[in-house]
């Protein structure tokens, strides 16, 4: 598969007369992939039934006639405002039991049985008509993007009663499974139970916890719709847009149903509210955006996508609108992502969008052009990738040494019950991340129902709160150094602890007796330098100790190769212990500049300077926004 490169197009927000011009200039900018549709139902369809397909089908002849592929994007995110005169009880209700209005986007109940059937409706006239001519699908447009897939309407309340009698077959089953004897929680039947919102104060664990797995399942259910209509009528690969950072629903479960993964890249979009990274940082990388956050995503969707198929679908070219703060990029920082992606496996980075939008919610949202048509300062870097990814080889895919774990349940379940705040499972995996990136190593984002870790040297697995039986025999069978904990394994399925207490590992005589949360300001010191913070386990043991707090009680220990950590480092501990680790895993660690970090690709290695300012590395200067591959 070669590198390609793409963009969004809405040719509803544009004079026909101007498409075939902009096709051509996509072209001779050297773009293959052009994506459409996803949000043009109420051009579509402008009253119920009445189709307007034939603007569309002149828009993808002009597309396809200039030579570029056509992604055709579901338009279920926005259904047109007479949906709701048709369906008025389809919106999603939010946590305080309020409905949540049109007047955006992303505004149905994913147990909206009707809505689903609209949306399975309207995906089947498309691929009906279109399903020959466009070169790949889009599903929808980000699922769970602005906190969209957990919904409290009496649609989901039904839904749930169903799911959990089939989870449960007895309401007494139910109430052994979550512990509902406590407080006197126990139900008769299944139509009694609510979701869990409004109450006096916080649920059963168990309840939130299968609420969370149903909200996901509902997900995966509505994507599989669309997905199956497409199939009856489309050859071509399918795809959905993720996000960073959301974890709403199991990603993974999603990948199996189609293709290609994809993701919405904005590095600078993330950088304040998702990122987790100190002021000092924010400053320091305001025009590049976090060196980790982006090679996470690229290493995640990878894994989300079959063998390894994943594309960048929208990628910041310019500032954008929704963040805080909204600068413009560094320059030379839209053709480095475009290859840190690349450098990652992407088949294809397309830039979100073609043309800024002079109207509504995005006007200060950049594209490869401005409102007037002329280029925007993204544009010349595009087509600098252009020409560089013109004569280059395949996309190159191979095994990392390192494997790290990444659980959507151990987010829910961790989100369910923190125990302290601070206590995020998303955060100590990606620190975790950063810090073996900090080290040079290369990274595969595995999902936790891995049975094979052949290959792999160092296995991480912090905060898995619950290991399947398939899951926990590959880590105590692998050959690699594997390293447990925070939190791994420490509960079962329904959230209830364990007896014998966790983590109840074979061949790791270890146990944690106590578990306490820090303050968030109060982190305290390991004996050998740094800090373990927020979460903290007391640890009865005879195994080898290679860690332990500064009144000599173990933070971590090892048999063999298999290893717990009981607390949460900080970037100095974290260090310590990784390079240990790599050390017995026969890895060579190579400690970086702050702003330097390297990708190998198997017969590319790529490095990139993350900073605002020239770095030396290995007897080169790289300049800000500085990408090298040999
Ligand atoms: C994405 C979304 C796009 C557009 C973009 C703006 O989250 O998929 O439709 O809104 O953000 O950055």
């Not at 009663?161 to 008769?188: C, I, K, T």
């Not at 912090?462 to 926990?472: N, Q, R, Y």
């Not at 480092?569 to 400690?591: E, N, T």
């Amino acid at each position: 598969m070669k590198r390609t490169l793409g963009t969004c197009y809405y040719p509803e927000h544009w004079p026909e007369e101007i498409w075939a011009d902009d096709a051509r200039r996509m072209a001779d900018l050297g773009l293959t992939w052009v994506r459409i549709g996803e949000f043009a139902w109420s051009r579509l369809e402008p009253t119920p039934d009445d189709l307007n397909f034939d603007w569309f089908d002149r828009a993808i002849t002009t597309l396809t006639d200039a030579g570029l592929k056509v992604v055709l994007g579901t338009p279920t995110a926005t259904p047109p405002r007479w949906m709701l005169t048709k369906h008025p009880d389809m919106l999603a209700v939010d946590a305080n039991g309020h409905t949540r209005k049109f007047g955006s986007r992303r505004h149905y109940c994913f147990s909206h049985d009707s809505y689903r059937s609209e949306a399975v409706r309207i995906t089947r006239l498309l691929a009906e008509r279109f399903g020959a001519r466009v070169a790949a699908w889009q599903t929808d447009n980000e699922y769970g993007c602005h906190d969209t897939t957990i919904s409290y309407s009496n649609a989901a309340r039904d839904a749930f009663r169903d799911w959990l009698s089939h989870r449960y077959q007895s309401p007494d089953a139910m109430n052994r499974a979550w512990g509902n004897v406590f407080w006197s929680m126990e139900y008769q039947s299944f139509d009694d139970i609510d979701l869990p919102n409004l109450t006096v104060t916080e649920p059963n664990p168990a309840h939130v916890l299968d609420f969370r797995r149903f909200t996901s399942d509902q997900v995966a259910r509505f994507n599989r719709a669309q997905v199956d209509t497409i199939r009856a009528h489309s050859d071509s690969p399918i795809s959905h847009n993720y996000m960073g950072r959301v974890t709403e629903f199991d990603h993974f479960d999603l990948g199996r149903q189609m293709e290609i993964a994809t993701w919405d890249s904005y590095p600078l979009g993330f950088l304040e509210d998702r990122v987790g990274a100190s002021p000092e940082d924010q400053r320091h990388y305001a025009r590049q955006g976090d060196p980790d956050f982006q090679a996470f995503h690229h290493d995640l969707y990878r894994a989300v996508g079959k063998a390894g198929r994943w594309w960048v679908m929208e990628q910041q070219p310019g500032p954008v609108n929704w963040a805080p703060s909204n600068p413009a990029p560094l320059p030379g920082m839209v053709r480095f992502w475009t290859w840190e992606a690349f450098a990652h496996g992407a088949e294809c980075v397309a830039y979100f969008r073609w043309r800024q939008a002079p109207f509504a919610q995005e006007q200060y949202h950049a594209g490869l052009l401005r409102p007037d048509g002329i280029e925007a300062e993204g544009f010349a870097e595009a087509a600098q990738v252009a020409s560089e990814i013109k004569d280059m080889a395949a996309v190159e895919q191979s095994q990392a040494p390192v494997a790290l774990i990444f659980d959507y349940t151990a987010q829910w379940a961790w989100e369910t019950q923190p125990q302290g705040s601070g206590c995020d499972y998303f955060q100590l995996v990606f620190e975790t991340y950063k810090g073996l990136r900090q080290l040079g190593f290369s990274i595969d984002i595995i999902p936790p129902d891995t049975a094979d870790l052949h290959g792999y040297k160092l296995v991480l697995v912090p905060g898995v709160i619950t290991l399947t039986e398939a899951f926990k025999s590959a880590l105590t069978s692998t050959q690699a150094q594997v390293i447990l904990g925070p939190r791994t394994n420490a509960k079962t399925a329904n959230l209830t602890i364990a007896v014998p207490l966790p983590p109840n590992i074979p061949g790791l005589d270890l146990t944690i007796s106590r578990v306490e949360t820090l303050r968030p300001d109060a982190p305290e010191p390991f004996s050998d330098g740094g800090y373990y913070k927020l979460w903290r386990e007391q640890v009865q043991t005879t195994a080898e100790i290679l860690e332990t707090d500064a009144q000599n009680r173990p933070l971590m220990a090892s048999t063999g190769a298999l290893s717990y950590l009981a607390a949460w480092p900080d970037a100095a501990a974290l260090k310590r212990i990784l390079m240990r680790a790599a050390k017995d895993a026969g890895l060579s660690p190579i400690p970086l500049p702050k702003d330097i970090r390297i990708r190998d690709a198997g017969q590319t290695l790529f490095i990139f300077n993350h900073g605002p300012d020239p770095v030396e590395y290995n007897g080169q200067t790289l300049p800000p926004a500085g990408v090298l591959w040999t």
